[in-house]
């Protein structure tokens, strides 16, 4: 089992920036073998959207809407997950999710919302 807790989201103007956190905890055993760390968002009305993620040691992939603008970043240990959000649009306004997967397991955080004023 593995628990999220996101932080950071906010209130911010556009071309300004913010930084969300993701919090894991849980067994050793699960919190080392997790494997995929990312970041999914959902604005009103719309469904739940890849943002970016980690997979093992790969590059990080990113949506082409955030490309060049987010950065998602993780400590050593597996115990937490970053996303910098740098020039933010108000279409990036959404609920942002953390999630992370142990041994095949999707786990997601309650989420933090994040809005953008024009």
């Known amino acids: 089992q593995v628990q999220l807790v996101e932080s950071g989201g906010g209130l911010v103007q556009a071309g300004g920036s913010l930084r969300v956190s993701c919090a894991a905890s849980?067994?050793?055993?699960?919190?080392?073998?997790?494997?995929?760390q990312g970041w999914y968002r959902q604005a009103p009305g719309k469904q739940r959207e890849f943002v970016a993620s980690i997979v093992g040691g790969s590059s990080p992939k990113y949506a082409d809407s955030v490309k060049g603008r987010f950065t998602i970043s993780r400590n050593n240990v597996k115990t937490a997950v970053y996303l910098q959000m740098d020039n933010l649009k108000p279409e990036d306004t959404a609920v942002y999710y953390c999630t992370m997967s142990s041994l095949g397991r999707p786990y997601w955080g309650q989420g933090t919302q994040v809005t953008v004023s024009s």
């Open positions: 849980g067994t050793i055993f699960s919190i080392d073998s997790i494997n995929v």
